[in-house]
């Protein structure tokens, strides 16, 4: 780490008022940008071929190369026998070479020219080559699928470095992006921030930083400026912090000195990659290494949903193995029946019958193999990768940064949300619209009289002058020009009083310098503001004496007062009476919705100490003898859209809960305007009352329970805690570092992107970019949306899964195999698993999402309406096509007059050709109906809305149809004319019919039992 000597040489003033434009510039061309070099991805290829490890790609690749050595050994008895030689050589070779993980892939390379032999000798293995393209499609699948979930990640992963840093520049107070602070550059710390670059401490005040990161120890390690010439660096020292670690109290300024890669976290990262050999200093540099790992990355731990999607694939996969067994032993047990399989009679060639015998149990088993390839649902995993893309992008559109991927789906299954009030509900544009001094009340406008407004009237001793003062240097927020306008550095409700103060405080017709009046009274001591003490308390230097300001909640402040001020500048004392007046017009003020904030001074002794340290050791006397100064209201509108969004979850069957610091009377005239305290039975509790409770006795009353005023950051954990033991969904919404354990313990810790602290932001799961109320309710909108284009994408697939295994299964007991060649499967296969996962699973959010309750936590996601169609339309499917392909086997049904089909000797070309379209077909119809998840509501609602379903069904249409006309003897198909394309579409769209009948039936049933 640099040293302050070395900023100085480079950059002269750089410790005290920071840099200038130019050498803003100067900084960034000699150091760089403060970005770290990404961690390195997997390289794309082993991706791929890592999926080749997969047990059903194993299965392929071995039915793929039986089947083409078999092929081989037809043609020339030769060739086989070399390609069987090549296979044995290269599996021993590959596993002597210790190789394993590398041998499905080059048996599938070696497939691959062995295919490439067999056409050479005039004979290709097309169903060899089949199983090749199988193996292609299922690898594809998997590969895109997770090639796409990275991308995601690393879009999310960009997001983490989308922090504000207030610096020094130019004379003035500026926030900008984390990337843009360069070396020299002087930050501005407080608690909830995050250290954007690695520095030293110039000022601090009571500043104490998380350094759990670099140090794994969880107590904060207080940070001072160094006297002495000591350059020693580390995280032990008292003047070094480090980039990634986090403010946790006090207020402070750091000289950066090194950035992006430079960096102790940059470096750890270029170590994590293998770019920086060099060893860590650290004692533990493999947990330091893992700590960072975790703080640069995203975490990609299953979401439930995933988790209960895996439950049901395994599920469907042990089906469909069982499935494709009994298959291969029907078709085995119709082998022996028909002499397919059997043994050479006396006088037959035998190597011939034994090779027709091996042909068709290879055909058997290679049958085997591509229905579980059918009944392994690929396209789960991709339908909730799909999903989560699309709802992550629709969210961010919204407004909601997205920090872990799981708050996408939870956030759909909410059933209770505790909000904030400042800036959530309310549109955090706060003005100063009502000050109180001594017994006059004054309103927005209007004109303060008291002494200090004319030059030889006593300013010191009036009350507004201290409220001024105290508005001023008891404040760590500043004021920022952009673009014409005003906007606020820090905290809300700060910014309010020193654009009070620019306005020239209601007395001044020019505007009061807020910067001046900080220099003026420089700060001694500081003790931030909590929500345990719920004030503000800042000692400073009034020319030769020390003066203690506070601010803070009215009742603290005049329980701690001791005298009052009055208009006149003279002092009294605060008795009973006059404390109760100034409350009653306070409760006035809060009643009216206002945030209130009293302001209090104390004038220390003499020979009061003026060092921080020593003060600190004092700090105890430092609020004695307090004199009130006065008071002010704030008004911050509500937001527009909040009545309206309260309104939607409770039709939605959220229960909205606001927590809020205020007052009560303030709280329960925001709860009442927004319609949370409208029902007789509504509570509205402080934090006394609610901490006088046992868990059991708060536990009875939480449903009831809309506000609770003067909370605590505890309070917020304790109803998580306690909510979540009912079962209860809970998103959480917080602001500030105290808020940090309530926010990780909720399900959906929701934190705000203007007002929030980078702590509250670490540790939460969403970041809203707007701090809005209403953002929440589109975040639950969009993950109900996500929750159920999943579901209709198990519908279609298990309708499938159904059907096929089914049709697969009887065929042989009624002495048919299904016309579906090995290609003809695939085809099918790519349909359900990618196509239609990403068609579902692009399905807008229905308008009814929000009149729904939601889902419980242990809810299948298989529901009872989902189950009946399934039923039904698989049942459909199976009576339908079984029947067509017996009319086809002994009517001779679409026969017509071309020639018979190779594979299927005892069906024509055309009737091979006719099953596979009308099958497929019937599934492309079966999309529209799987955009259905209950009775009351039809496939086709709209439809036409969705341009990305339309144009994925419409890609299956002209691949279905560019594979008859085209695909020939590799699909085993022949051309169809147009007429019969109408007649497969009309005929096929019948399941349209069906399943709309199926829905009606079922709701009048439903209506009926009710």
């Keep these: 780490?640099?040293?302050?000597?070395?900023?100085?040489?480079?950059?002269?003033?750089?410790?005290?008022?920071?840099?200038?434009?130019?050498?803003?510039?100067?900084?960034?061309?000699?150091?760089?940008?403060?970005?770290?070099?990404?961690?390195?991805?997997?390289?794309?290829?082993?991706?791929?071929?890592?999926?080749?490890?997969?047990?059903?790609?194993?299965?392929?690749?071995?039915?793929?190369?039986?089947?083409?050595?078999?092929?081989?050994?037809?043609?020339?008895?030769?060739?086989?026998?070399?390609?069987?030689?090549?296979?044995?050589?290269?599996?021993?070779?590959?596993?002597?070479?210790?190789?394993?993980?590398?041998?499905?892939?080059?048996?599938?390379?070696?497939?691959?020219?062995?295919?490439?032999?067999?056409?050479?000798?005039?004979?290709?293995?097309?169903?060899?080559?089949?199983?090749?393209?199988?193996?292609?499609?299922?690898?594809?699948?998997?590969?895109?699928?997770?090639?796409?979930?990275?991308?995601?990640?690393?879009?999310?992963?960009?997001?983490?470095?989308?922090?504000?840093?207030?610096?020094?520049?130019?004379?003035?107070?500026?926030?900008?992006?984390?990337?843009?602070?360069?070396?020299?550059?002087?930050?501005?710390?407080?608690?909830?921030?995050?250290?954007?670059?690695?520095?030293?401490?110039?000022?601090?005040?009571?500043?104490?930083?998380?350094?759990?990161?670099?140090?794994?120890?969880?107590?904060?390690?207080?940070?001072?400026?160094?006297?002495?010439?000591?350059?020693?660096?580390?995280?032990?020292?008292?003047?070094?912090?480090?980039?990634?670690?986090?403010?946790?109290?006090?207020?402070?300024?750091?000289?950066?000195?090194?950035?992006?890669?430079?960096?102790?976290?940059?470096?750890?990262?270029?170590?994590?990659?293998?770019?920086?050999?060099?060893?860590?200093?650290?004692?533990?540099?493999?947990?330091?290494?893992?700590?960072?790992?975790?703080?640069?990355?995203?975490?990609?731990?299953?979401?439930?949903?995933?988790?209960?999607?895996?439950?049901?694939?395994?599920?469907?996969?042990?089906?469909?193995?069982?499935?494709?067994?009994?298959?291969?032993?029907?078709?085995?047990?119709?082998?022996?029946?028909?002499?397919?399989?059997?043994?050479?009679?006396?006088?037959?060639?035998?190597?011939?019958?034994?090779?027709?015998?091996?042909?068709?149990?290879?055909?058997?088993?290679?049958?085997?193999?591509?229905?579980?390839?059918?009944?392994?649902?690929?396209?789960?995993?991709?339908?909730?990768?799909?999903?989560?893309?699309?709802?992550?992008?629709?969210?961010?559109?919204?407004?909601?940064?997205?920090?872990?991927?799981?708050?996408?789906?939870?956030?759909?299954?909410?059933?209770?949300?505790?909000?904030?009030?400042?800036?959530?509900?309310?549109?955090?544009?706060?003005?100063?619209?009502?000050?109180?001094?001594?017994?006059?009340?004054?309103?927005?406008?209007?004109?303060?009289?008291?002494?200090?407004?004319?030059?030889?009237?006593?300013?010191?001793?009036?009350?507004?002058?201290?409220?001024?003062?105290?508005?001023?240097?008891?404040?760590?927020?500043?004021?920022?020009?952009?673009?014409?306008?005003?906007?606020?550095?820090?905290?809300?409700?700060?910014?309010?009083?020193?654009?009070?103060?620019?306005?020239?405080?209601?007395?001044?017709?020019?505007?009061?310098?807020?910067?001046?009046?900080?220099?003026?009274?420089?700060?001694?001591?500081?003790?931030?503001?909590?929500?345990?003490?719920?004030?503000?308390?800042?000692?400073?230097?009034?020319?030769?004496?020390?003066?203690?300001?506070?601010?803070?909640?009215?009742?603290?402040?005049?329980a701690q007062a001791t005298r009052y001020r009055s208009l006149d500048g003279s002092t009294h004392d605060l008795t009973p009476e006059v404390r109760a007046e100034i409350q009653s017009r306070i409760s006035a003020a809060a009643g009216d919705a206002m945030r209130t904030l009293a302001f209090a001074h104390a004038e220390l002794p003499a020979d009061f100490p003026r060092e921080e340290s020593a003060i600190h050791d004092r700090r105890a006397e430092i609020e004695n003898g307090l004199i009130f100064d006065g008071w002010v209201g704030i008004r911050d509108p509500l937001r527009d859209d909040v009545k309206e969004a309260v309104r939607q979850c409770r039709t939605a069957g959220i229960e909205v809960k606001m927590i809020t610091g205020d007052t009560i009377e303030t709280a329960t005239a925001i709860g009442r305007e927004i319609g949370l305290l409208d029902e007789p039975g509504a509570l509205a509790l402080t934090h006394a009352d609610f901490a006088k409770l046992t868990d059991a006795e708060l536990s009875a009353i939480l449903p009831r329970l809309r506000v609770l005023a003067r909370a605590l950051p505890g309070d917020k954990f304790r109803i998580v805690e306690l909510l979540q033991a009912q079962n209860q969904v809970v998103a959480m919404t917080g602001d500030g570092t105290n808020d940090a354990p309530a926010l990780k313990k909720a399900d959906v810790g929701l934190a705000m992107g203007i007002s929030g602290t980078e702590v509250a932001k670490e540790a939460s799961k969403i970041v809203l970019l707007d701090d809005a109320f209403s953002t929440i309710v589109r975040g639950v909108h969009w993950g109900r949306a996500l929750y159920e284009n999943i579901q209709r994408f198990i519908q279609f697939q298990l309708t499938i899964n159904v059907s096929a295994l089914l049709i697969a299964f009887l065929g042989p007991f009624l002495g048919l195999k299904p016309p579906f060649t090995v290609l003809q499967l695939l085809w099918i296969n790519v349909i359900m698993d990618t196509f239609a996962a990403i068609a579902l699973c692009s399905e807008p959010p229905r308008a009814n999402l929000m009149h729904r309750p939601p889902k419980t936590r242990n809810e299948s996601i298989l529901t009872p309406a989902m189950l009946g169609t399934i039923a039904s339309t698989a049942m459909f499917f199976v009576v339908v096509m079984i029947a067509l392909l017996l009319g086809m086997q002994h009517a001779d049904w679409f026969a017509g007059s071309g020639p018979k089909s190779d594979e299927f000797p005892e069906l024509t070309l055309r009737q091979v050709t006719l099953f596979f379209t009308v099958y497929v077909f019937f599934q492309v119809w079966n999309q529209i109906n799987c955009r259905s998840l209950a009775p009351e509501e039809s496939g086709w609602h709209r439809l036409f809305e969705n341009r990305q379903f339309l144009a994925i069904a419409s890609l299956t249409v002209i691949g279905q149809v560019l594979i008859v006309s085209f695909g020939g003897a590799v699909f085993n198909v022949e051309p169809l004319k147009a007429v019969d394309w109408l007649v497969v579409a009309a005929a096929t769209s019948s399941v349209l019919l069906f399943a709309e009948v199926a829905r009606r039936v079922r709701l009048w049933a439903a209506m009926k039992k009710a």
């Design 1 to 558: 780490m640099r040293s302050l000597r070395a900023i100085s040489d480079t950059f002269p003033h750089a410790t005290e008022s920071g840099l200038t434009t130019e050498q803003v510039a100067e900084s960034r061309a000699k150091f760089g940008a403060n970005r770290l070099t990404p961690l390195p991805r997997e390289p794309v290829w082993k991706k791929f071929l890592e999926k080749f490890a997969d047990p059903i790609i194993k299965i392929l690749l071995a039915a793929s190369l039986l089947k083409i050595v078999v092929d081989l050994f037809e043609t020339s008895p030769l060739a086989g026998g070399l390609a069987l030689g090549a296979v044995l050589v290269v599996v021993l070779g590959v596993l002597a070479a210790k190789l394993g993980e590398w041998l499905p892939a080059i048996l599938f390379t070696l497939a691959g020219a062995l295919v490439g032999v067999s056409a050479a000798l005039g004979d290709p293995s097309y169903e060899g080559l089949a199983v090749m393209v199988a193996v292609f499609l299922a690898t594809g699948v998997a590969f895109f699928s997770e090639f796409r979930s990275d991308r995601e990640f690393e879009k999310l992963n960009a997001t983490r470095d989308a922090i504000r840093v207030k610096v020094q520049r130019d004379g003035g107070v500026h926030a900008i992006p984390l990337e843009d602070a360069v070396v020299g550059d002087l930050v501005q710390l407080e608690m909830g921030d995050e250290i954007p670059a690695d520095g030293r401490i110039v000022r601090s005040n009571e500043l104490h930083v998380d350094q759990a990161l670099m140090t794994g120890e969880s107590e904060p390690a207080k940070k001072t400026a160094r006297t002495g010439g000591n350059d020693s660096d580390g995280p032990d020292q008292p003047d070094c912090v480090f980039r990634g670690t986090q403010v946790r109290d006090g207020v402070g300024q750091m000289v950066v000195t090194n950035i992006g890669d430079d960096t102790m976290l940059g470096q750890i990262a270029q170590r994590l990659s293998g770019a920086s050999p060099s060893p860590d200093a650290s004692t533990t540099p493999e947990d330091r290494a893992e700590r960072v790992q975790q703080k640069l990355t995203i975490s990609k731990a299953s979401t439930p949903l995933q988790e209960k999607l895996e439950a049901l694939a395994g599920l469907i996969s042990k089906i469909g193995y069982a499935a494709a067994i009994a298959i291969f032993i029907a078709l085995f047990v119709r082998g022996l029946i028909l002499g397919e399989v059997r043994l050479p009679q006396e006088g037959e060639d035998a190597s011939k019958v034994l090779l027709g015998s091996v042909r068709a149990l290879l055909s058997y088993f290679v049958y085997m193999v591509i229905v579980i390839v059918v009944a392994v649902p690929e396209g789960l995993p991709m339908s909730v990768t799909v999903s989560l893309a699309i709802a992550w992008r629709k969210m961010s559109q919204s407004n909601s940064l997205v920090r872990q991927l799981v708050a996408c789906e939870t956030i759909g299954s909410a059933t209770v949300i505790c909000s904030d009030k400042t800036g959530t509900l309310t549109q955090n544009k706060m003005t100063v619209s009502r000050v109180g001094l001594g017994a006059a009340v004054y309103e927005k406008d209007s004109a303060i009289v008291s002494p200090g407004m004319k030059s030889d009237e006593p300013w010191a001793h009036s009350p507004l002058f201290w409220v001024i003062v105290n508005s001023a240097a008891n404040s760590t927020a500043s004021l920022e020009q952009k673009n014409g306008k005003t906007g606020v550095i820090g905290n809300s409700t700060e910014g309010a009083l020193l654009n009070w103060l620019t306005a020239g405080a209601w007395t001044h017709p020019n505007s009061l310098n807020y910067i001046e009046l900080r220099a003026q009274y420089p700060v001694l001591y500081q003790i931030h503001f909590s929500s345990d003490r719920k004030r503000m308390t800042t000692v400073v230097r009034d020319a030769g004496r020390a003066v203690t300001l506070v601010k803070g909640a009215p009742e603290v402040l005049l």
